[in-house]
């Protein structure tokens, strides 16, 4: 017997309604996912993933099903809302991406970026946090960094990361924590897969004040995550991600060279000594 999935719930997120209104007018038209798939160019499986919620689309396949269907720029503009919208899995999403990039740009002026944390600074800022699980957080994210790691050492992911220099100088856990910090920054920076920069406080004003960014090259595309308050948002429209890609390089003009930022850190390490 076929198996039959459960239908995603709608009124989750626009993805979840997008996949869902995908599956209704398959099954309204009477198509098998292999006859869809013929329609986008795709294979049965990817069908699937998509009406499951595990696959984004692209406007071209969106273009192919208005067509097929008959239902105007439904399908692309659904699209657009939901790349739009803020996505409550942006988490799982973001997630599952990283894990599949060959290369991340990376921007952070508050913090330094998961990917370089040590556990005691990932833990001190666990602590600063509010979540109903402290040990919970606490082992998401030192999974995140142990994959991370993983990847990079195999040579499978590439890590460009751009910090400002007051996540340097902002103490998190202490002195000794800020230490072992320093030296942990120190070492990814000699790691053949990592490019680790730091914009100088002399640098003065610049475009990354307005919050993190990540661009997450995949196969055959890019990606983004904008951070903010009470969650992020991910970003799939080309135009938008290839904005923000222009936005970390601007940024990263401003940064010292990748030797003058092994400098600049080492200079913490011994104000942290």
């Not at 409550?88 to 997630?95: N, R, S, V, Y």
């Not at 370089?116 to 990932?122: A, E, G, M």
């Not at 055959?220 to 990606?223: K, T």
């Not at 030797?259 to 080492?266: A, L, M, P, R, V």
């Given at each position: ?5 459960d239908e995603?719930?709608p009124?989750i997120?626009m993805?979840?309604?997008?996949a869902?209104?995908?599956?209704f007018?398959?099954?309204?038209e009477g198509?098998?996912l292999?006859?869809c798939?013929k329609i986008m160019g ?5 069908v699937?993933?998509?009406e ?7 406007d071209d ?5 208005d067509e ?5 720029v439904?399908?692309r503009?659904m699209l657009?809302?939901?790349r739009?919208?803020h996505d ?8 599952k ?7 991340i740009?990376?921007w ?6 998961i990917a ?7 833990w001190?800022?666990v ?6 699980d402290y040990?919970?957080s606490m082992q998401r994210r030192?999974a995140?960094?142990?994959?991370f ?13 751009l910090?400002?220099e007051s996540?340097l100088?902002?103490?998190v856990?202490g002195r000794?924590?800020?230490k072992?910090?320093?030296e942990h920054?120190?070492?990814l920076?000699?790691l053949?897969g990592?490019?680790?920069?730091v914009?100088?406080?002399s640098?003065g004003?610049h475009?990354?004040?307005?919050g993190s960014v990540?661009?997450i090259?995949?196969d055959?595309?890019?990606?983004a995550?904008?951070?903010a ?5 991910m970003?799939?429209?080309p ?10 390089d601007r940024?990263g003009?401003?940064?010292a060279s990748v ?8 200079q913490?390490?011994e104000?942290?000594?």
């Open positions: 017997m076929p198996i039959v999935r995603l719930d009124k997120s993805w979840h309604f997008l869902h209104t995908q599956r007018w398959r099954e309204k198509l098998s292999t006859q798939g795709l294979a049965r499986s990817t699937s993933n998509m499951a919620g595990r696959r984004r689309p692209q396949q969106m273009k192919l099903l097929h269907y008959g239902t105007g439904l399908f503009v657009w809302f939901a739009m919208a409550p899995d942006w988490g799982k999403q973001i997630a991406y990283e894990e599949q990039a060959n290369m740009w990376m952070h002026g508050q913090v330094i970026p370089l944390q040590t556990d005691d600074y990932s001190g800022y602590k600063a946090g509010s979540p109903k040990e919970a030192v995140r960094k142990k994959m790691l993983e990847r990079v050492e195999k040579e499978e992911l590439e890590i460009w990361a910090v400002d996540v100088a902002r103490q856990g000794e924590v800020m072992a910090q320093m920054l120190l070492y920076a000699e053949p990592v490019i680790l920069r914009v100088p406080f640098a004003a475009l990354g004040v307005d990540q661009v090259r995949l055959g595309r890019d990606i995550y904008a951070g308050q009470n969650g992020g948002r970003i799939e429209s135009g938008e991600v290839r904005d923000l890609s222009v936005k970390v940024v003009c401003m940064a030797d003058g930022s092994k400098e600049i850190i080492g913490y390490l104000r942290y000594s």
